[in-house]
């Protein structure tokens, strides 16, 4: 063995994000392509170190990552006493031997304007990571099959577009007369795990990304009073993976011109 073999070195940031938007663009096209391809070897894309180093950036950009999960570790933490390229190491590490557990989500409540609470799930540190680098592979793939009209959870939406796109529907020349607005109750808390796998195994047949997905939506919630309640059902919002899990279940469920 040679202990003098130079360290393996990562990407710098910019040239990390060429790499990531690189496989983005190709992943978009060819599910653009081939509506019916099912992409098998992404999981290295997942691993790859330039996707981790952005899939860091998003997280640690972000003021959430202030916020520790249920290990304690902030952004802190990890840049001061860790070191990001040496916690990056290890999570990827941990990712392709297999080793990698998504640890359970810690339960926080947000009040409503309505008197109401929201329960959110924050993931730990680590585990965000891990849920960026696979929303970054993701991503292109089903932002192949939304309907043009749909904007939640999407690159380069908001909720301003759609508020958009209905003035212009009900104004002139459009003269739409209706506008319909649904909801269902606490959909997202009732997702069928299973349904939902098969959803994105539709897309995916990565075995190791189909794992990773479902170990995410399985890994359980540490409630306020200390208990911990299993995830057997539902995605828990407040995490990375939320959105991606949302965004597959709607590329499926809408209809006709829903505004999302």
């Not at 330039?50 to 997280?59: C, F, H, N, S």
């Not at 990571?129 to 380069?156: N, T």
């Amino acid at each position: 063995m040679n202990n003098d073999a130079p360290p393996i070195s990562w990407p710098g940031s910019m040239a990390a994000e060429r790499r990531v938007l690189d496989h983005q663009l190709k992943l978009h096209r060819w599910a653009r392509n081939e509506p019916a391809r099912r992409f098998e070897d992404v999981f290295n894309l997942v691993c790859d170190r330039a996707t981790l180093l952005v899939a860091w950036e998003r997280v640690s950009g972000n003021r959430g990552a202030r916020t520790a999960g249920v290990d304690g570790v902030t952004r802190y933490h990890i840049e001061e006493r860790l070191g990001v390229i040496s916690f990056l190491e290890e999570l990827r590490s941990s990712l392709r031997d297999g080793s990698f557990t998504a640890l359970p989500v810690k339960q926080a409540v947000i009040p409503k304007k309505n008197g109401r609470v929201r329960y959110l799930g924050i993931p730990t540190l680590r585990d965000r990571v891990a849920q960026m680098a696979l929303k970054l592979i993701l991503e292109p793939i089903f932002e192949v099959d939304f309907y043009p009209s749909s904007y939640g959870y999407r690159p380069g939406r908001r909720a301003q577009d759609a508020i958009a796109e209905i003035h212009h529907c009900s104004s002139k020349p459009s003269n739409y007369e209706w506008v319909i607005e649904g909801d269902i109750k606490a959909c997202f808390d009732n997702v069928d795990h299973h349904v939902l796998m098969d959803l994105v195994a539709e897309r995916i047949k990565d075995r190791k990304v189909l794992r990773l997905v479902s170990a995410f939506l399985r890994a359980g919630v540490v409630e306020l009073h200390g208990g911990l309640a299993e995830t057997l059902t539902g995605t828990p919002q407040g995490g990375v993976a939320t959105p991606p899990t949302q965004w597959i279940t709607r590329a499926h469920v809408a209809l006709g011109v829903g505004v999302w």
